[in-house]
Protein backbone atom coordinates (compact mmCIF):
# COMPACT_ATOMS: atom_id res chain seq x y z
CA UNK A 1 0.00 0.00 0.00
CA UNK A 2 2.92 2.46 0.50
CA UNK A 3 4.38 1.46 -2.76
CA UNK A 4 1.14 2.37 -4.19
CA UNK A 5 0.39 5.48 -2.46
CA UNK A 6 4.16 6.81 -3.33
CA UNK A 7 3.56 5.84 -6.88
CA UNK A 8 0.38 7.84 -6.87
CA UNK A 9 1.96 10.96 -4.64
CA UNK A 10 4.06 11.13 -7.40
CA UNK A 11 1.59 11.45 -10.68
CA UNK A 12 0.40 13.91 -8.86
CA UNK A 13 3.48 15.81 -8.20
CA UNK A 14 4.43 15.68 -11.68
CA UNK A 15 0.49 17.40 -12.73
CA UNK A 16 0.91 19.80 -10.09
CA UNK A 17 4.40 20.81 -10.24
CA UNK A 18 5.28 20.65 -13.45
CA UNK A 19 1.63 22.20 -14.47
CA UNK A 20 1.63 18.98 -17.11
CA UNK A 21 -1.25 20.06 -19.74
CA UNK A 22 -1.42 16.53 -21.32
CA UNK A 23 -1.72 14.93 -17.81
CA UNK A 24 -4.47 17.27 -16.97
CA UNK A 25 -6.20 16.95 -19.65
CA UNK A 26 -8.28 14.28 -18.96
CA UNK A 27 -6.00 11.00 -19.20
CA UNK A 28 -7.81 9.43 -16.40
CA UNK A 29 -5.79 5.95 -15.80
CA UNK A 30 -8.17 2.67 -15.65
CA UNK A 31 -9.36 1.94 -11.81
CA UNK A 32 -10.12 4.16 -9.25
CA UNK A 33 -9.19 7.46 -8.69
CA UNK A 34 -10.42 10.95 -6.73
CA UNK A 35 -9.17 13.40 -4.40
CA UNK A 36 -11.01 14.55 -1.15
CA UNK A 37 -10.08 17.57 1.30
CA UNK A 38 -12.51 18.08 4.78
CA UNK A 39 -11.40 19.29 8.04
CA UNK A 40 -12.88 22.06 10.62
CA UNK A 41 -11.75 24.76 12.90
CA UNK A 42 -12.34 27.90 15.03
CA UNK A 43 -11.13 31.29 14.61
CA UNK A 44 -9.99 33.75 17.13
CA UNK A 45 -13.25 35.70 17.87
CA UNK A 46 -14.49 32.07 19.57
CA UNK A 47 -16.64 32.16 16.40
CA UNK A 48 -16.80 29.46 13.52
CA UNK A 49 -13.66 28.78 11.58
CA UNK A 50 -12.31 31.62 9.29
CA UNK A 51 -10.56 31.73 5.76
CA UNK A 52 -8.81 34.72 4.51
CA UNK A 53 -9.10 36.07 0.98
CA UNK A 54 -10.03 39.29 -0.88
CA UNK A 55 -12.41 37.34 -3.26
CA UNK A 56 -13.45 38.80 -6.38
CA UNK A 57 -11.07 37.74 -9.18
CA UNK A 58 -8.59 36.34 -6.58
CA UNK A 59 -8.03 33.27 -5.50
CA UNK A 60 -6.63 32.81 -1.56
CA UNK A 61 -3.29 30.46 -0.40
CA UNK A 62 -5.18 27.50 0.58
CA UNK A 63 -3.34 25.44 3.39
CA UNK A 64 -4.83 25.93 7.07
CA UNK A 65 -7.39 28.69 4.54
CA UNK A 66 -10.16 25.90 3.41
CA UNK A 67 -13.53 26.55 4.89
CA UNK A 68 -15.47 24.07 2.90
CA UNK A 69 -15.33 20.43 2.30
CA UNK A 70 -15.08 18.51 -1.17
CA UNK A 71 -14.92 15.00 -2.59
CA UNK A 72 -14.69 13.72 -6.12
CA UNK A 73 -13.93 10.29 -7.24
CA UNK A 74 -14.55 7.76 -9.76
CA UNK A 75 -13.92 4.78 -11.78
CA UNK A 76 -12.54 4.60 -15.12
CA UNK A 77 -12.07 1.24 -17.24
CA UNK A 78 -11.85 -0.58 -20.70
CA UNK A 79 -15.12 -2.24 -21.77
CA UNK A 80 -14.52 -3.22 -25.62
CA UNK A 81 -11.60 -3.77 -27.83
CA UNK A 82 -12.63 -4.41 -31.82
CA UNK A 83 -9.72 -4.55 -33.87
CA UNK A 84 -7.21 -2.86 -32.05
CA UNK A 85 -9.13 -0.50 -31.15
CA UNK A 86 -9.84 0.25 -27.05
CA UNK A 87 -13.09 2.04 -25.77
CA UNK A 88 -12.61 3.39 -22.12
CA UNK A 89 -15.76 4.93 -20.26
CA UNK A 90 -14.66 7.06 -17.36
CA UNK A 91 -17.39 7.90 -14.52
CA UNK A 92 -16.96 10.34 -11.57
CA UNK A 93 -19.34 11.88 -8.55
CA UNK A 94 -18.71 14.97 -6.78
CA UNK A 95 -19.78 16.52 -3.67
CA UNK A 96 -18.95 20.26 -2.39
CA UNK A 97 -20.13 22.17 0.52
CA UNK A 98 -18.92 25.33 1.43
CA UNK A 99 -18.57 24.41 5.54
CA UNK A 100 -17.60 21.33 7.15
CA UNK A 101 -20.58 19.29 6.88
CA UNK A 102 -20.97 16.74 4.02
CA UNK A 103 -24.30 15.79 5.62
CA UNK A 104 -26.69 17.43 3.09
CA UNK A 105 -23.72 17.98 0.39
CA UNK A 106 -25.35 17.70 -3.32
CA UNK A 107 -23.98 15.49 -5.32
CA UNK A 108 -23.28 15.96 -9.03
CA UNK A 109 -21.90 14.16 -12.08
CA UNK A 110 -18.20 15.04 -12.48
CA UNK A 111 -17.30 13.45 -15.60
CA UNK A 112 -19.20 10.71 -17.95
CA UNK A 113 -17.27 10.14 -21.10
CA UNK A 114 -16.06 7.52 -23.34
CA UNK A 115 -12.94 7.45 -25.14
CA UNK A 116 -11.29 5.18 -28.04
CA UNK A 117 -7.91 4.75 -28.28
CA UNK A 118 -5.69 2.79 -30.92
CA UNK A 119 -7.48 4.57 -34.16
CA UNK A 120 -4.51 4.05 -36.75
CA UNK A 121 -5.51 7.68 -38.06
CA UNK A 122 -5.00 9.79 -35.18
CA UNK A 123 -1.38 8.97 -35.03
CA UNK A 124 -1.74 8.02 -31.39
CA UNK A 125 -4.71 10.55 -30.55
CA UNK A 126 -7.71 9.35 -29.17
CA UNK A 127 -11.21 10.40 -29.82
CA UNK A 128 -13.71 11.46 -27.25
CA UNK A 129 -17.16 12.61 -26.41
CA UNK A 130 -18.97 13.06 -23.19
CA UNK A 131 -18.41 15.61 -19.89
CA UNK A 132 -15.25 15.59 -18.29
CA UNK A 133 -12.20 17.67 -17.23
CA UNK A 134 -10.50 18.82 -20.00
CA UNK A 135 -6.82 20.69 -19.16
CA UNK A 136 -7.02 21.90 -15.90
CA UNK A 137 -3.46 22.37 -14.34
CA UNK A 138 -3.40 24.50 -11.32
CA UNK A 139 -0.83 26.63 -9.16
CA UNK A 140 -1.71 24.40 -6.08
CA UNK A 141 -0.54 27.03 -3.59
CA UNK A 142 -3.66 29.18 -4.58
CA UNK A 143 -6.25 26.31 -6.30
CA UNK A 144 -6.16 27.75 -8.91
CA UNK A 145 -6.63 26.14 -12.34
CA UNK A 146 -4.86 29.37 -14.86
CA UNK A 147 -6.75 27.27 -17.61
CA UNK A 148 -9.75 25.41 -17.21
CA UNK A 149 -11.27 23.37 -19.97
CA UNK A 150 -14.18 21.46 -18.67
CA UNK A 151 -17.57 20.53 -19.93
CA UNK A 152 -19.15 18.41 -22.22
CA UNK A 153 -18.35 18.37 -25.45
CA UNK A 154 -16.64 16.09 -27.98
CA UNK A 155 -12.73 16.22 -29.51
CA UNK A 156 -9.56 14.39 -30.44
CA UNK A 157 -6.53 14.70 -27.87
CA UNK A 158 -3.08 14.43 -28.43
CA UNK A 159 -2.79 14.07 -32.44
CA UNK A 160 1.21 13.84 -33.20
CA UNK A 161 1.91 17.09 -35.37
CA UNK A 162 5.27 18.27 -35.87
CA UNK A 163 6.99 18.64 -33.20
CA UNK A 164 4.22 18.52 -30.67
CA UNK A 165 0.77 17.40 -30.41
CA UNK A 166 -2.57 19.20 -31.47
CA UNK A 167 -5.69 18.59 -29.97
CA UNK A 168 -9.55 20.20 -30.36
CA UNK A 169 -12.29 19.83 -28.73
CA UNK A 170 -15.89 21.50 -29.13
CA UNK A 171 -18.03 22.26 -25.98
CA UNK A 172 -21.46 23.28 -25.22
CA UNK A 173 -21.44 25.98 -22.43
CA UNK A 174 -24.06 26.81 -19.93
CA UNK A 175 -26.43 25.44 -22.20
CA UNK A 176 -29.99 26.96 -20.13
CA UNK A 177 -32.68 28.89 -20.89
CA UNK A 178 -34.73 31.18 -18.70
CA UNK A 179 -38.77 29.98 -20.22
CA UNK A 180 -42.00 32.08 -19.39
CA UNK A 181 -43.97 29.84 -18.26
CA UNK A 182 -46.93 31.72 -19.70
CA UNK A 183 -46.20 32.35 -23.45
CA UNK A 184 -42.89 29.17 -23.83
CA UNK A 185 -41.01 31.73 -25.45
CA UNK A 186 -37.09 31.95 -24.08
CA UNK A 187 -36.52 35.38 -22.47
CA UNK A 188 -32.94 34.74 -21.89
CA UNK A 189 -30.36 32.72 -22.39
CA UNK A 190 -26.04 32.61 -21.54
CA UNK A 191 -25.77 29.30 -24.49
CA UNK A 192 -22.42 29.71 -25.82
CA UNK A 193 -20.26 27.14 -28.56
CA UNK A 194 -16.99 27.26 -27.10
CA UNK A 195 -13.96 25.58 -29.10
CA UNK A 196 -10.58 24.72 -27.60
CA UNK A 197 -7.42 24.60 -29.71
CA UNK A 198 -4.27 23.16 -28.17
CA UNK A 199 -0.51 22.72 -29.35
CA UNK A 200 1.44 21.66 -26.81
CA UNK A 201 4.73 19.90 -25.64
CA UNK A 202 6.91 21.85 -28.47
CA UNK A 203 10.61 21.52 -27.68
CA UNK A 204 12.21 24.91 -27.24
CA UNK A 205 15.31 24.29 -24.79
CA UNK A 206 16.78 21.72 -23.29
CA UNK A 207 14.07 19.65 -20.89
CA UNK A 208 11.82 22.97 -21.79
CA UNK A 209 8.18 22.82 -23.39
CA UNK A 210 5.68 25.39 -25.07
CA UNK A 211 2.09 25.04 -24.86
CA UNK A 212 -0.13 27.26 -26.84
CA UNK A 213 -3.57 27.33 -26.25
CA UNK A 214 -6.59 29.45 -27.64
CA UNK A 215 -10.39 29.44 -26.76
CA UNK A 216 -12.81 30.51 -29.20
CA UNK A 217 -16.55 31.52 -27.95
CA UNK A 218 -19.27 31.91 -29.84
CA UNK A 219 -22.49 33.17 -28.05
CA UNK A 220 -26.09 31.64 -28.69
CA UNK A 221 -29.35 33.31 -28.26
CA UNK A 222 -30.37 37.30 -28.19
CA UNK A 223 -28.62 39.55 -30.26
CA UNK A 224 -27.16 41.57 -27.14
CA UNK A 225 -24.85 38.33 -26.20
CA UNK A 226 -21.44 38.58 -27.33
CA UNK A 227 -18.80 36.40 -28.82
CA UNK A 228 -14.76 36.02 -27.16
CA UNK A 229 -11.52 34.54 -27.04
CA UNK A 230 -8.43 33.67 -25.09
CA UNK A 231 -5.18 33.21 -25.98
CA UNK A 232 -2.83 31.23 -22.90
CA UNK A 233 1.16 30.34 -23.72
CA UNK A 234 2.97 28.16 -20.79
CA UNK A 235 6.36 27.95 -20.57
CA UNK A 236 6.94 24.12 -18.67
CA UNK A 237 10.69 23.39 -17.88
CA UNK A 238 11.76 20.26 -15.90
CA UNK A 239 13.88 18.90 -13.98
CA UNK A 240 14.32 21.83 -11.92
CA UNK A 241 15.91 21.08 -8.45
CA UNK A 242 13.79 17.91 -8.38
CA UNK A 243 10.81 19.50 -9.70
CA UNK A 244 9.56 22.34 -12.19
CA UNK A 245 8.85 25.72 -13.48
CA UNK A 246 5.77 27.03 -15.49
CA UNK A 247 5.79 30.65 -16.89
CA UNK A 248 2.78 31.45 -18.59
CA UNK A 249 1.19 34.65 -19.99
CA UNK A 250 -2.65 34.80 -20.79
CA UNK A 251 -5.43 37.02 -22.50
CA UNK A 252 -8.67 36.85 -22.86
CA UNK A 253 -11.39 39.02 -24.09
CA UNK A 254 -15.43 39.73 -23.46
CA UNK A 255 -16.38 35.77 -22.45
CA UNK A 256 -12.90 34.27 -23.03
CA UNK A 257 -11.62 36.42 -20.33
CA UNK A 258 -13.31 34.33 -17.91
CA UNK A 259 -14.62 36.94 -15.78
CA UNK A 260 -18.08 35.71 -14.45
CA UNK A 261 -17.19 31.97 -14.29
CA UNK A 262 -14.96 30.39 -11.47
CA UNK A 263 -12.95 33.57 -10.29
CA UNK A 264 -9.60 33.61 -11.43
CA UNK A 265 -10.08 30.45 -14.29
CA UNK A 266 -9.63 31.40 -17.82
CA UNK A 267 -10.48 28.79 -20.64
CA UNK A 268 -14.14 28.40 -20.40
CA UNK A 269 -17.22 30.70 -21.35
CA UNK A 270 -17.56 33.45 -19.29
CA UNK A 271 -20.61 35.82 -18.90
CA UNK A 272 -21.73 36.58 -22.70
CA UNK A 273 -22.96 39.81 -21.32
CA UNK A 274 -19.68 40.65 -21.32
CA UNK A 275 -18.81 43.03 -25.02
CA UNK A 276 -15.07 43.56 -26.30
CA UNK A 277 -14.34 46.13 -23.98
CA UNK A 278 -14.20 43.77 -20.80
CA UNK A 279 -10.32 42.13 -20.76
CA UNK A 280 -7.81 40.40 -18.91
CA UNK A 281 -4.43 39.77 -18.62
CA UNK A 282 -2.57 37.49 -16.75
CA UNK A 283 1.33 36.79 -16.26
CA UNK A 284 2.73 33.82 -13.36
CA UNK A 285 5.10 31.56 -12.54
CA UNK A 286 4.77 28.56 -10.54
CA UNK A 287 7.85 26.90 -9.28
CA UNK A 288 7.76 23.51 -7.47
CA UNK A 289 11.23 22.08 -6.14
CA UNK A 290 12.33 19.08 -4.22
CA UNK A 291 15.99 19.64 -3.72
CA UNK A 292 16.42 17.24 -1.34
CA UNK A 293 14.28 13.87 0.31
CA UNK A 294 13.28 15.97 2.80
CA UNK A 295 13.15 19.00 1.59
CA UNK A 296 10.33 20.85 -0.99
CA UNK A 297 9.17 24.31 -1.51
CA UNK A 298 6.35 25.76 -3.90
CA UNK A 299 6.66 29.73 -4.55
CA UNK A 300 4.41 31.58 -6.68
CA UNK A 301 4.26 35.20 -8.19
CA UNK A 302 1.23 36.27 -10.28
CA UNK A 303 -0.19 39.76 -11.71
CA UNK A 304 -3.46 39.85 -13.10
CA UNK A 305 -5.11 42.96 -14.80
CA UNK A 306 -9.01 43.11 -15.28
CA UNK A 307 -10.60 46.01 -17.12
CA UNK A 308 -14.19 46.86 -18.47
CA UNK A 309 -16.01 50.06 -19.76
CA UNK A 310 -18.70 49.85 -16.65
CA UNK A 311 -16.30 48.82 -14.38
CA UNK A 312 -13.04 50.28 -14.62
CA UNK A 313 -9.38 48.71 -14.09
CA UNK A 314 -8.34 46.42 -11.31
CA UNK A 315 -4.65 44.96 -10.81
CA UNK A 316 -4.35 41.84 -8.63
CA UNK A 317 -0.94 40.77 -7.71
CA UNK A 318 0.42 38.05 -5.64
CA UNK A 319 3.49 36.71 -3.73
CA UNK A 320 3.96 33.03 -1.91
CA UNK A 321 5.91 30.58 -0.85
CA UNK A 322 5.20 27.62 0.68
CA UNK A 323 8.20 25.30 2.20
CA UNK A 324 8.18 22.03 3.45
CA UNK A 325 10.59 20.49 5.84
CA UNK A 326 9.79 16.52 6.60
CA UNK A 327 11.38 15.59 10.19
CA UNK A 328 10.59 12.07 9.67
CA UNK A 329 9.10 9.72 6.85
CA UNK A 330 5.64 10.15 8.03
CA UNK A 331 6.34 13.81 10.01
CA UNK A 332 6.56 16.98 8.12
CA UNK A 333 5.84 20.21 9.07
CA UNK A 334 4.45 23.18 6.13
CA UNK A 335 5.32 26.97 6.24
CA UNK A 336 2.93 29.27 4.09
CA UNK A 337 3.13 32.74 3.84
CA UNK A 338 0.96 34.74 1.01
CA UNK A 339 0.51 38.81 0.39
CA UNK A 340 -2.21 40.00 -1.88
CA UNK A 341 -2.67 43.09 -3.35
CA UNK A 342 -5.67 45.01 -5.55
CA UNK A 343 -6.41 48.40 -6.81
CA UNK A 344 -9.58 50.04 -6.89
CA UNK A 345 -10.92 51.00 -9.98
CA UNK A 346 -12.18 54.37 -9.04
CA UNK A 347 -8.67 55.64 -7.61
CA UNK A 348 -8.72 54.53 -3.68
CA UNK A 349 -6.69 52.88 -1.49
CA UNK A 350 -5.74 49.43 -2.41
CA UNK A 351 -6.83 46.25 -0.62
CA UNK A 352 -3.70 44.44 1.23
CA UNK A 353 -4.19 40.92 2.71
CA UNK A 354 -1.52 38.17 4.14
CA UNK A 355 -1.98 35.23 5.79
CA UNK A 356 0.84 32.73 7.39
CA UNK A 357 0.28 28.97 8.36
CA UNK A 358 2.06 26.85 9.96
CA UNK A 359 0.60 23.63 9.42
CA UNK A 360 2.27 20.37 11.43
CA UNK A 361 1.53 17.21 9.41
CA UNK A 362 1.21 12.84 9.37
CA UNK A 363 1.79 12.06 5.94
CA UNK A 364 2.56 9.31 3.44
CA UNK A 365 5.67 10.79 2.64
CA UNK A 366 8.69 13.86 2.55
CA UNK A 367 8.06 15.13 -0.50
CA UNK A 368 6.15 18.55 -1.05
CA UNK A 369 3.09 16.41 -2.76
CA UNK A 370 3.53 13.44 -1.00
CA UNK A 371 -0.54 12.78 0.14
CA UNK A 372 -2.56 11.21 2.07
CA UNK A 373 -1.95 14.41 4.52
CA UNK A 374 -3.52 15.07 7.91
CA UNK A 375 -3.06 18.15 9.22
CA UNK A 376 -3.42 20.71 12.19
CA UNK A 377 -2.94 24.06 11.55
CA UNK A 378 -2.94 27.74 12.71
CA UNK A 379 -3.35 30.40 10.47
CA UNK A 380 -3.20 34.50 11.02
CA UNK A 381 -4.16 36.77 8.86
CA UNK A 382 -3.82 40.67 8.57
CA UNK A 383 -5.31 43.12 6.23
CA UNK A 384 -5.89 47.06 6.10
CA UNK A 385 -8.77 48.84 6.30
CA UNK A 386 -10.00 49.12 2.92
CA UNK A 387 -9.79 45.26 2.68
CA UNK A 388 -12.22 44.35 5.53
CA UNK A 389 -15.18 44.18 3.83
CA UNK A 390 -13.98 42.15 1.16
CA UNK A 391 -12.37 39.76 3.79
CA UNK A 392 -15.53 39.60 5.37
CA UNK A 393 -17.57 39.14 2.36
CA UNK A 394 -15.17 36.28 1.18
CA UNK A 395 -15.46 34.38 4.45
CA UNK A 396 -17.71 31.57 4.24
CA UNK A 397 -18.67 32.07 7.66
CA UNK A 398 -19.64 35.39 7.26
CA UNK A 399 -18.40 38.78 8.61
CA UNK A 400 -16.43 36.69 11.46
CA UNK A 401 -14.11 39.42 12.36
CA UNK A 402 -16.40 42.52 11.93
CA UNK A 403 -14.34 45.52 11.47
CA UNK A 404 -10.64 44.34 12.83
CA UNK A 405 -7.94 44.46 10.52
CA UNK A 406 -6.64 40.48 11.71
CA UNK A 407 -7.42 37.42 12.79
CA UNK A 408 -6.30 33.89 13.29
CA UNK A 409 -7.81 30.45 13.26
CA UNK A 410 -6.43 27.04 13.80
CA UNK A 411 -8.38 23.76 13.21
CA UNK A 412 -7.23 20.52 11.29
CA UNK A 413 -7.82 18.98 7.80
CA UNK A 414 -7.23 16.04 5.93
CA UNK A 415 -5.86 16.23 2.03
CA UNK A 416 -5.59 13.48 -0.50
CA UNK A 417 -5.22 12.57 -4.04
CA UNK A 418 -5.81 8.84 -4.54
Same mark, same amino acid.
Given at each position: ???????? %? +???? @????????????????? #??? #??? $? !???????????????????????? $??????????????????????????????????????????????? !????????????? @????????????????????????????????????? !???? /??????????? &?? =??????????????????????????????????????????????? =??????????????????????????????? #??? %??????????????????????????????? =???? +????????????????????????????????????????????????????? /??????????????? /??????????????????????????????????? &?? %???????????? %??????????
Amino acid at each position: MQQLLKKL %S +MAAA @LTLAFGSAHADAGIDTP #GFH #GYA $R !VGAGTSSTHGPQSCFGLGGNTMKY $RLGNECDSYLEGGYTGDFATVEGVTYTGTVWFAAYKPNSNFGDANVE !VAKAYVEAKGIDF @LKGGTAWVGKRYYMRPDIHMLDLQYINLNGTGAGINR !VALG /PGHASYAFFKD &ND =ANDIDPNTGVVTNTSAAIRQNFIYEDIPVNLNGTLDVVATVITAQGK =ADRHDGWQVSLFHRQAKVMGGGNTFGVQYGV #GPG %SGIGVGNARMGSSGSTLSGSDVKRFRVFNDL =AIQP +MTNFGMELVALAQRDESDAGGSSTWTTLGVRPVYALHKNFKVALELGTDRVTS /PNGGPAKRLTKITLA /PSISAGPGLFDRPELRLYVSYGKWNDAATASVNAA &NN %SGPVYNNNTSGA %SAGFQVETWF
